[in-house]
T-cell receptor, first 111, second 113 residues
């Protein structure tokens, strides 16, 4: 089955700096890659996603890039704010079905 | 739309007791997923349904766990008998075949003492 690895496990940045979280996947058939944000004690919420026919997608301060050849994808958050502090999960799936999640990155944005 | 609704939000039970977790997916969603989240193992997919039919239950840890989806608007996850190592947050999520990710419910925090 698919194996998704996520790095780093924790990330601490100063408010206003950028944050980058990286994931790799093993199954070349994976074609959908969502990112979820989970605040403490709350549910994971979809923040952005990308499909395999696109190399980059941006939504305001967040962007995701995908390198199909290398089988890795990354989340970029610019101008970080304290409210960006949360655990972020990447995932990979084939045709939107079974999602394989990474182990999560705890992002701490220091004011 | 009220989103994915799970009940109860918290459950504390004694070892050996039966526990039933409930989920109401978003109307129109044809996929339903049960996940378990722990610090040690992260988000684990237990089972998922498509059009009320179980598709993949390979993540169900053992025979003590069972899940049903009698209709498009309701699913249960049952643990019988429960054990302390079952303590976790159990999430239900639903989605449409067209993708756009899942929507998670608020989760049930289960504590088995």
């Amino acid at each position: 089955g698919e194996n998704v690895e996520q790095h780093p496990s924790t990330l601490s940045v100063q408010e206003g700096d950028s944050a980058v979280i990286k994931c790799t996947y093993s199954d070349s058939a994976s074609n959908y890659f969502p990112w979820y944000k989970q605040e403490l004690g709350k549910r994971p919420q979809l923040i952005i996603d990308i499909r395999s026919n696109v190399g980059e997608k941006k939504d305001q301060r967040i962007a995701v890039t995908l390198n199909k050849t290398a089988k890795h994808f990354s989340l970029h958050i610019t101008e970080t704010q304290p409210e960006d502090s949360a655990v972020y999960f990447c995932a990979a799936s084939i045709n939107f079905n079974k999602f394989y999640f990474g182990s999560g990155t705890k992002l701490n944005v220091k004011p | 739309d009220a989103g994915v609704i799970q009940s109860p939000r918290h459950e504390v039970t004694e070892m050996g007791q039966e526990v039933t977790l409930r989920c109401k997916p978003i109307s129109g969603h044809d996929y339903l997923f049960w996940y378990r989240q722990t610090m040690m193992r992260g988000l684990e997919l237990l089972i998922y349904f498509n059009n009320n039919v179980p598709i993949d239950d390979s993540g169900m840890p053992e025979d003590r766990f069972s899940a049903k989806m009698p209709n498009a608007s309701f699913s249960t996850l049952k643990i019988q008998p429960s054990e302390p190592r079952d303590s976790a947050v159990y999430f239900c999520a639903s989605g449409r075949n067209e993708g756009y990710g899942y929507t998670f419910g608020s989760g049930t925090r289960l504590t088995v003492v």
